[in-house]
């Protein structure tokens, strides 16, 4: 599936602007999409979507089909009569609306979520018992798995008091659905609140021709309802404990490497049932997104392997992975998705290989492309037009923060190669570097065309603390930005008009 010439822009849901402490799939939304319309942008870029848990990583999440309550907006429950806005008044989501609190997002969005519950279920009786039968799959386990991990104070599945159920035996998974059926059924409400509400966004962005471009975590979290689910499809011991979990290998950025602790999967299983785990996923991903960009693709060709229990990564090794047998099922499973592959970093001939065959487009990102000592893969000029263009993804410092740590060399390069000045500024600049590039699409994040700092950094890798949590404000999202962005796209021909 070719990517047409086209660009978009990337802002995680819960940076949106909300009363409520965290953004969602409400107005603010809604009108999101409506700037994008405006802009004359093709996409919008978010992040994973699912729970989040510890550290409020999208990329650790309670179950890979569900999706975050932290998400679903609390005036459209209002509207529905589920909730009256004088519930909401009077509790703390967090003073800084620029910064999530997911302190007390977790404190208080659940208990209002169950109020809505109590009055949504019986409302919508035909309606959500048809959503959890369409959704057995998936739904019940990760309900079930919810309840169970409240019920013993949160603690990780693998540290649950009851072996039965840590090991989900058929008569304990009976046992703990009618023990905890009202918290089960509360869990599965509101993914079906969810769900409704991210469909009714969907179908909108489509009517202004925006469409959704999703991530796909290469892995799942170890505490997660996929893995207490389905032992079999990762490299567990008896007492479904990793045998070996994931990372990558010490570098030129990390002498220990990165060791990121998620269990690694049971390929030869999966091959044996025709990877309808792997299908399954990408199929719950497809009906929250247009296209999905594939993290750590190269890890499908081979992937590090760092025993478990081990303090660092470099005691992993290399594992072959299952190449374009796995990837080649799912695009062509998938032809009507648009798959982006991850393929950042240092990588063999062989990675280079599967994403030949795979036929997918790259990823180039501009801030890694002036180094002064080499011509880089990431300059323009060595593009082809199969690859999405990124001025920095949700991994990188804002380019105004770039700018500021960047070493001379680099800056130097990249004013003589793009032509810097400054009566365009310096961010203007690069932004106009890749959205004239070749690259099928540019995408830029929200904070390199607001010029925004350090402060305003997604994430920052191999950290814990201070990510996840950058939030915009209304005000900063005017019709002046909208028109000099829809300028630039139609410069350089990346719009239907």
């Given at each position: 599936m070719a990517l047409k010439r086209s660009s978009g822009i990337l802002l995680p849901i819960f940076s949106l602007p909300s009363e409520y402490g965290i953004g969602t799939i409400g107005k603010a939304a809604y009108d999101f999409i409506d700037f994008l319309a405006e802009a004359k942008q093709s996409w919008w870029q978010i992040l994973p979507v699912g729970p989040t848990g510890c550290g409020d990583s999208p990329y650790q999440s309670f179950s890979t089909f569900a999706g975050n309550p932290y998400l679903i907006d609390l005036d459209m429950l209002c509207k529905e009569g589920l909730l009256e806005k004088s519930m909401l008044d009077g509790i703390d989501w967090g003073s800084d609306p620029t910064k999530v609190d997911y302190g007390k997002i977790y404190d208080n969005r659940l208990r209002v979520l169950k109020i809505a519950a109590a009055r949504g279920i019986a409302k919508s009786r035909s309606e959500f018992d048809d959503f959890v039968l369409k959704n057995s799959a998936w739904l019940p386990d990760y309900a079930l798995f919810m309840a169970v991990k409240r019920h013993f104070g949160m603690a990780a599945w693998y540290n649950w008091p009851d072996e039965g159920i840590r090991l989900r035996t058929p008569e304990a998974a009976q046992k703990h659905s009618r023990l905890l059926k009202d918290e089960v059924e509360f869990f599965e409400y509101i993914q079906f609140i969810f769900f409704r509400q991210w469909e009714q966004l969907r179908s909108y962005a489509h009517q202004k021709g925006v469409s959704i471009m999703g991530d796909l975590p290469i892995y799942v979290a170890l505490d997660s309802a996929d893995v207490w689910s389905e032992p079999s499809c990762f490299l567990l011991d008896e007492d479904n404990i990793p045998l070996e979990v994931a990372g990558v290998p010490p570098d030129y950025f990390s002498e220990d490497g990165q060791l990121w602790g998620n269990p690694?999967?049971?390929?030869?299983?999966?091959?044996?049932?025709?990877?309808?785990?792997?299908?399954?996923?990408?199929?719950?991903?497809?009906?929250?997104?247009?296209?999905?960009?594939?993290?750590?693709?190269?890890?499908?060709?081979?992937?590090?392997?760092?025993?478990?229990?081990?303090?660092?990564?470099?005691?992993?090794?290399?594992?072959?992975?299952?190449?374009?047998?796995?990837?080649?099922?799912?695009?062509?499973?998938?032809?009507?998705?648009?798959?982006?592959?991850?393929?950042?970093?240092?990588?063999?001939?062989?990675?280079?290989?599967?994403?030949?065959?795979?036929?997918?487009?790259?990823?180039?990102?501009?801030?890694?492309?002036?180094?002064?000592?080499?011509?880089?893969?990431?300059?323009?000029?060595?593009?082809?037009?199969?690859?999405?263009?990124?001025?920095?993804?949700?991994?990188?410092?804002?380019?105004?923060?770039?700018?500021?740590?960047?070493?001379?060399?680099?800056?130097?390069?990249?004013?003589?190669?793009?032509?810097?000045?400054?009566?365009?500024?310096?961010?203007?600049?690069?932004?106009?570097?890749?959205?004239?590039?070749?690259?099928?699409?540019?995408?830029?994040?929200?904070?390199?065309?607001?010029?925004?700092?350090?402060?305003?950094?997604?994430?920052?890798?191999?950290?814990?603390?201070?990510?996840?949590?950058?939030?915009?404000?209304?005000?900063?999202?005017?019709?002046?930005?909208?028109?000099?962005?829809?300028?630039?796209?139609?410069?350089?021909?990346?719009?239907?008009?």
């Open positions: 690694l999967y049971n390929y030869a299983a999966m091959e044996r049932n025709g990877y309808g785990w792997w299908i399954r996923r990408v199929d719950g991903a497809a009906r929250l997104f247009d296209a999905m960009r594939i993290d750590h693709f190269r890890g499908f060709e081979s992937f590090w392997a760092v025993p478990y229990g081990a303090e660092t990564a470099k005691a992993g090794r290399w594992v072959k992975g299952p190449g374009i047998d796995l990837v080649g099922r799912l695009t062509a499973w998938f032809s009507n998705t648009q798959f982006i592959a991850e393929d950042l970093g240092t990588l063999g001939p062989e990675v280079h290989e599967l994403l030949h065959e795979s036929k997918l487009p790259g990823m180039k990102v501009l801030e890694f492309a002036f180094d002064p000592e080499e011509e880089s893969d990431y300059l323009p000029h060595r593009y082809s037009s199969n690859c999405v263009c990124y001025t920095g993804t949700h991994d990188n410092a804002p380019l105004a923060a770039w700018m500021r740590d960047a070493s001379a060399g680099e800056l130097k390069k990249a004013e003589r190669y793009l032509g810097l000045n400054e009566r365009e500024g310096f961010v203007r600049g690069i932004i106009r570097g890749g959205m004239s590039s070749v690259a099928s699409v540019f995408i830029a994040q929200l904070q390199d065309w607001l010029e925004l700092g350090a402060d305003a950094r997604i994430n920052t890798p191999g950290t814990l603390g201070g990510n996840w949590q950058w939030r915009v404000t209304s005000a900063q999202l005017g019709h002046t930005l909208a028109a000099e962005i829809a300028e630039m796209t139609r410069l350089y021909g990346r719009c239907s008009d």
